[in-house]
């Protein structure tokens, strides 16, 4: 399974951006698919995660009122809408596969299997 995320930028506060993760390969083997952002000196933090089709989402709450999750199956592609961006919301922004279910599994980032590039959101204030 190959992830490319993509649409990253440099936006000011209360700015809106999407980020796409487009994934090929051996998608039928995938159970749900993450967002997994990582500050600069702190770790990585769940930001939403949903199942391969579509039918269950989480989102973190520290963003559950700005940030919402989707995927297009048609496209292969599992998108972030992120609402209201703050600067505290900079960082690099991975987009993760995992190929089992679990308890909570959305959670436990070192149980996804496959790990896209990450893309930079950068929020100025």
């Known amino acids: 399974v190959q992830l490319q995320a993509s649409g990253g930028g440099l936006v000011q506060t209360g700015d809106s951006l999407r980020l796409s993760c487009e994934t090929s390969?051996?998608?039928?083997?995938?159970?749900?698919m993450g967002w997994i952002r990582q500050a600069p000196g702190k770790e990585r933090e769940f930001v939403a995660a949903?199942?391969?089709?579509?039918?269950?989402?989480y989102i973190a709450d520290a963003v559950n009122e700005r940030f919402t999750i989707s995927r297009d199956n048609a496209k292969n592609t599992m998108y972030l809408h992120m609402n209201g961006l703050k600067p505290e919301d900079t960082a690099v922004y991975y987009c993760?596969?995992?190929?089992?279910?679990?308890?909570?599994?959305?959670?436990?980032?070192?149980?996804?299997?496959?790990w896209g590039q990450g893309t930079q959101v950068t929020v100025s204030s």
């Open positions: 993760a596969a995992r190929l089992k279910y679990g308890q909570m599994w959305y959670r436990h980032l070192d149980e996804y299997d496959y």
């Open positions: 949903i199942s391969w089709t579509g039918g269950t989402r």
């Open positions: 390969g051996r998608t039928f083997s995938v159970y749900g």
